[in-house]
């Protein structure tokens, strides 16, 4: 866990010094030394993986030109068993997307929700890590069912897939904020009932803003039933995230993946979210509509999504 004085002290820090950040990690220039491995993958300078990222503490934060966090620590191992030097450039979650759909950086990482939509104009790995439903609440408060929601002030970060169900839920108003220190503040002063954000981002909040007094919830995922009558519930489900890439990196992805999958394998995906203050078995087992959703989408029809043992 990063120790911050303060989130938003941290967060600001963090844009006002993206472009030292991005321009610290050593530039453009291919490094001496590139395998032919390495190479071969078509990165857009060969031996140097390009990663668009926002600062998102325990995710991503950039710190001395290299990516700290949990999607940080991931793409790490991956970047060094292929091979590659990871260079960050800064940016806001609007910003990571576009920077992979046009082909402007070779990857974003950093709790990206897979999505038909999303994988429509890139490419996902498998999944390093499923997210729970988690929800930042004012201390003393407890939600726990859709229905729980109507009615209710419901934030989110511009762009997540929360937007859309919490359109859905009746009678709820949607606040959209440009990071997660928006839904904070605003949920801390009481304009704001509930927050959807990924998980440790919220235990990270509660340790270093106690004056928020917010409490972590995880939300009942709604039933078949429920999806069903309204498709936009499926994204208050558990969901997959993955590193994204351009849709013309295929030997890239599939790289990336084969090590993705080797790390649930010998252990090394568990001790990194449990460094983060995660538990293995919510973030590393898969929901059973996981494998389902991208059958026959952008995975083969065999295709068996990483697991931990439960």
């Not at 890139?122 to 890590?129: E, H, R």
């Not at 359109?167 to 440009?178: D, E, I, N, S």
């Not at 090394?268 to 078995?281: C, H, I, N, Q």
Request: hydrophobic share 40%; net charge negative.
């Amino acid at each position: 866990m990063i120790r911050v004085r303060s989130l938003a002290l941290a967060l600001s820090a963090m844009l006002l010094m993206s472009t030292v950040a991005a321009c610290g990690s050593g530039g453009d220039d291919a490094p001496e030394n590139v395998s032919a491995e390495a190479a071969a993958l078509g990165t857009l300078t060969p031996g140097v993986i390009k990663v668009a990222v926002q600062p998102y503490a325990p995710y991503t934060s950039v710190q001395g030109g290299s990516i700290v966090g949990l999607d940080g620590d991931i793409l790490g191992h991956v970047a060094k068993k292929l091979g590659l030097k990871v260079q960050p450039e800064v940016t806001d979650f609007a910003g990571m997307l576009a920077g992979v759909q046009s082909r402007r950086v070779d990857i974003t990482v950093g709790g990206v929700a897979w999505s038909a939509d999303r994988q429509k104009q890139g490419l996902f790995t498998d999944p390093p890590y499923y997210s729970p439903p988690a929800m930042a609440v004012r201390s003393g408060k407890t939600y726990r069912t859709v229905g729980d929601l109507e009615g209710l002030d419901l934030g989110t970060v511009e762009g997540y897939v929360w937007v859309k169900s919490i359109q859905a839920v009746p009678g709820a108003k949607l606040h959209a904020y440009p990071d997660a220190n928006g839904v904070f503040d605003d949920l801390g002063a009481g304009r704001v009932d509930v927050g959807f954000l990924d998980p440790l981002i919220i235990i990270a909040a509660q340790k270093q803003r106690p004056d928020l007094k917010i409490d972590t919830e995880y939300l009942t995922p709604p039933t078949a039933a429920q999806v069903k009558a309204e498709p936009a519930y499926a994204y208050f489900q558990p969901y997959q995230t993955g590193f994204y890439l351009p849709k013309q990196a295929t030997k890239l992805e599939r790289a990336v993946s084969e090590q993705i999958d080797a790390m649930y394998e010998n252990g090394e995906m568990a001790k990194l979210v449990r460094k983060y203050g995660g538990d293995p078995k919510q973030f590393l087992v898969p929901a059973a509509d996981v494998a389902t959703a991208r059958r026959g989408v952008d995975r083969p029809q065999d295709w068996t999504p990483p697991s931990i043992a439960e």
